[in-house]
């Protein structure tokens, strides 16, 4: 299978470790990896503040970039960027040709977990990671776009991985988007709560697949000197340590 | 008291950050009453067919709201009830003030109702030398203190048991005694006297069936039930979306209201009122009013995307369900509705000029959609209300908005965003600058708490970094590691 990926701008700028290990995890599964190098953000940052015409732009030429591609698929680290591309269609109520547009391109466009279960069929990657991990839901991921089993069936295949699941896995960690910056305050006081969940289920790492929420955890934990490290499910299920 | 408003939204929630009691106070009322949801909800069968029956019914109604309006009037009236036309707030108070005086009514209870809170009833009432008592425990407690409710729901909850005693001391002239047993039945000794006494109950309505004219209220407390049966005059305040078409519609509410709001199965008390008493010999009141109150939601049906926002029918468990509302309670948000849903309702009812920050006070986490029992979109709703603020595209005339501040260095800033991420040497380019600049203050791979400089010509910054560390810009970004290795490999 041809895949196209969809890297995210957070992720080719600040966690580019996330990338190589979708590519290197779609491709022992087997996929042909591209690239489009003219890709840079799906428009979700405006979009969610209120900026449609600047979200409209870019998404549409997020739009034009991955129709020209030759993947079958289109596949992203992220459940959140995912879920803004099955967004677009609402950036065009009043547009027909390119609501259309968006509908074709979102049907085949896959959170890289889902992908790898529900397009691929595959639970067990062949990975292998020494310790207990907790898992976080992201929110988009999960009421966008229904992930949940997907995710935790990928984790319990790791090798030599202890799997916990956290009291409080689905709640929100605070990050959402510009919201971490409007309301520091209150995003770190929701933070809170799942940093003590996380630092109360005594494990090496904490998971997730949205490099935001990663981003968001793993700097309250830095800042309190935690052993706890964060990672992104492809960087899991990238992992070699047997 | 407490006087705060949606303006000063951002102050207010880091107040109630800093109240260990409310924020007690909230996890246990949001984790119990989440919790007792989730048990109520497998009670019974096809939650999710019952969601979509509601708000299918919701959609009919609000969709010919003026016929169903009609038709409920109508049937009201055929049964001895007055229904009356209120445009806003001011002549809802007006309507029940002449009310009363036409009877001569002094002493007047009321039953809980977010409606009258909506159009600050008992203020006017109070400026007529008219002190209507509320019964509902957690009302009167508030009323006590001369607060507002901070719950939909429960709205006492930001209060502790030692608050309550202390204002049960002062207000009431008890010894001082945290017995709940006692405080309650100190509240029910002194309300009973109050209801043996009124003239008139004022109450709320929940939901009003087009087809007879009946209108129903949930309670737990009894004391709705004494409000509307035991004065001469009742008078019911209900929005005008509160109807329902039809009387078989209440099975489909009555299963939900309930599980959504506190997880019961069924309130303690649910009386549907149809009219006044028939004969002589019959209970209940002699005279029934009916307040149909537009106050800004007529508005609100007009657009194809906000209408959605009338079919809630107040449970409240959007508020428990709500990450901000759980850290922050109900009187941060400075008005009458808090939590996801109050931040879609206000602006449109108060203004958005004077709530503008309310449809950014969420995470946009989804967990309001999740819980709503009628399936509001409420994130999709606040961010077409995020659009409207930025577009400066709200509806209403520029009183009723008033004016919104338009943030030019949020404008300037994602307008640059657009220009430079649709071009992506550019893109590139800025991201190596970034690299650059932030060798100054990054240390193993992450930049630490911004000072006082940085935080003032980079704001996001500084207050990301207030308590969180940031992730620093890779040494090589993926499309360069692409570039030169990922490409060839196979």
């Not at chain 1, 995912?82 to 896959?110: G, N, S, V």
């Not at chain 1, 976080?136 to 790791?158: F, T």
Request: some cysteine; proline content about 4%.
């Amino acid at each position: 299978m041809r895949v196209s990926l969809f890297i995210t701008c957070l992720v080719d700028q600040l966690w580019p470790e996330i990338g190589t290990s979708a590519v290197e995890v779609l491709r022992r599964a087997g996929c042909e990896v591209m690239f489009d190098e003219r890709q840079t953000c799906c428009g979700q940052p405006a979009f969610n503040t209120g900026y449609r015409s600047e979200a409209r732009r870019l998404a549409k030429r997020f739009i034009e970039i991955f129709e020209e591609g030759e993947g079958d698929a289109i596949v992203s680290p992220s459940g959140s960027c995912t879920a803004m591309a099955h967004h677009f269609h609402q950036l065009f109520a009043d547009d027909e040709k390119w609501r259309q547009r968006a509908e074709t391109l979102a049907a085949k466009t896959y959170e890289f977990s889902s992908f790898l279960v529900n397009v691929l069929q595959v639970e067990d990657v062949g990975a292998s990671y020494r310790g207990r991990v907790t898992w976080h839901d992201a929110c988009h991921g999960l009421r966008d776009l229904n992930l949940q089993r997907e995710p935790r069936a990928l984790i319990s295949n790791v090798r030599g991985l202890e799997f916990i699941e956290l009291p409080n896995a689905d709640a929100c960690c605070g990050f959402g988007g510009t919201f971490s910056v409007k309301y520091p305050e209150i995003s770190v006081a929701i933070l809170d709560h799942k940093i003590e969940a996380i630092e109360g289920a005594d494990v090496r790492a904490v998971v997730s697949a949205d490099a935001s929420c990663l981003m968001q955890i793993g700097g309250r934990l830095a800042r309190q000197n935690s052993k706890v490290q964060v990672m992104h499910i492809a960087e899991l299920l990238a992992s070699q340590e047997s | 008291m407490n006087h705060q408003t949606s303006e000063t939204f951002d102050q207010n929630a880091r107040e109630a950050l800093t109240d260990s009691q409310l924020r007690n106070a909230l996890r246990n009322l949001t984790n119990t009453f989440g919790e007792r949801r989730k048990v109520a909800i497998t009670t019974v069968d096809d939650w999710e067919g019952l969601r979509e029956r509601a708000r299918a019914i919701k959609d009919e109604t609000l969709a010919h709201l003026d016929k169903y309006l009609e038709e409920f009037a109508n049937n009201a009236e055929r049964a001895g009830a007055k229904v009356h036309w209120a445009h806003d707030a001011v002549a809802a108070c007006g309507i029940v003030l002449q009310l009363l005086r036409e009877r001569e009514a002094t002493r007047v209870v009321k039953s809980k109702s977010m409606a009258t809170e909506e159009i600050h009833l008992n203020a006017a009432l109070e400026a007529a030398d008219l002190s209507p008592v509320e019964t509902d425990l957690g009302e009167w407690i508030i009323q006590l203190a001369d607060e507002t409710p901070s719950h939909i729901v429960v709205p006492a909850i930001h209060k502790s048991k030692r608050q309550i005693a202390e204002l049960f001391a002062e207000k009431v002239g008890i010894e001082p005694t945290d017995d709940v047993a006692l405080l309650t039945s100190t509240a029910r000794r002194v309300l009973r006297q109050r209801f043996m006494e009124a003239d008139a109950g004022i109450s709320g309505v929940n939901f009003g069936v087009a087809e007879t004219g009946t209108f129903l209220i949930l309670e737990n407390e009894g004391n709705a039930r004494l409000t509307t049966s035991l004065p001469k005059m009742h008078i019911a305040v209900m929005g005008i979306e509160k109807i329902i078409p039809r009387l078989t519609d209440l099975d489909v509410f009555l299963k939900l209201l309930p599980r959504s709001g506190t997880g019961q199965r069924l309130t303690a008390y649910q009386s549907l009122i149809t009219g006044t008493k028939r004969s002589v010999d019959d209970e209940g009141p002699e005279e029934v009013h009916i307040v149909l109150m537009d106050n800004g939601r007529s508005s609100m049906l007009s657009h194809p995307v906000t209408r959605q926002s009338l079919a809630c029918i107040r449970c409240g468990a959007c508020l428990n369900a709500c990450p901000v509302y759980q850290q922050i309670g109900g009187h941060a948000y400075g008005s009458v509705y808090p939590g996801p849903i109050g931040a879609v309702i206000t602006p449109q009812l108060s203004g958005i000029g004077k709530s503008a920050q309310l449809p950014y006070a969420s995470s946009l986490c989804g967990a309001c959609r999740e819980v709503c029992p009628v399936k509001i979109d409420i994130p999709a709703l606040l961010l077409h209300l995020r659009a409207e603020i930025v577009e400066g595209t709200a509806s209403g005339t520029a009183d009723e908005r008033g004016p919104v501040k338009k943030k030019f260095s949020e404008h300037l800033a994602f307008r640059l965003y657009a220009f430079a991420w649709s071009r992506p040497k550019l893109y590139e380019w800025g991201a190596r600058i970034a690299r650059l600049m932030q060798r100054t203050v990054m240390r193993k791979g992450r930049i630490g708490k911004a000072g006082g400089f940085v935080s003032r010509i980079a704001p996001p910054l500084g207050a990301w970094t207030s308590a969180r560390d940031l992730r620093a810009v890779a040494p090589r970004s993926f499309r360069e590691q692409w570039r030169d290795e990922l490409s060839k490999k196979k």
